[in-house]
């Protein structure tokens, strides 16, 4: 089976705010702004082929004829790094729902371990399901969360990160190959402690000002 595409944006508004983003001056309120902007840059790109019906709607002189989104979108963001890609997406699609994960990679074996999932046993009624993370390194944290969502039932299943490195595509590939993976950019290599380089750090730590051991 041939890999799911993988499509980088090359918008430049998306390649100025992961700049600022990357920034290591750029303080916590600032670096949550700009992850919600991309989010939200992202997300149109990665729905533009939406399911849609026809409907229309009366202006105040005449009737207009249009379409409204038909799909029922679920946000799986991966904790915690993935909660203001999520916030901001539902604004965008505020009918959409959420299903939280909570991945944390060991930082001595950086495996991926799940510590919150509470929807296992619930296959939600989804047409498609975006899997948020701004960061795909090694790809565990992200194939674990997509292994996940595939158990519920969804079918139709997308990944949106900001930065990634080849060797998480490559992975995250491998492992579910039908899964278009929707990218801001991806970066050099990978450090030896897992961390993307440039990357920009431990995002969850950059978006919530912690400080992980
Ligand atoms: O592709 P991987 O090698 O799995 O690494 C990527 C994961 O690492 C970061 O989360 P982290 O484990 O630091 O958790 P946090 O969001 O709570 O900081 C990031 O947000 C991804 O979830
Ligand atoms: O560079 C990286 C790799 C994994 N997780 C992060 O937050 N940053
Ligand atoms: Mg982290």
Redesign the pocket.
Known sequence: MPPSPVIISRHPLIADKLLRLRDKETPPAEFRRLIRQLAQLLFVEATSDLETKPTSVRTPLAECPGIRLASRIGFVP????GMGMAEAMLELVPDSSVWHIG???NHET?Q?EVYYERFSKLPPNLDIAFVL??????????IEAVARVKEWGVKKIRFIGLIAANE?IKALQKAHPKVPVYLGAIDSHLSEK?YIIPGLG????REFGSI?E
């Not at 431990?202 to 730590?205: R, S, V």
């Open positions: 991966i904790l915690r790094a991945v944390a990679r950086l991926p993370d701004p960061m795909l390194a090694t790809g565990g944290s992200a998480g897992g431990d995002a969850g730590d992980s």
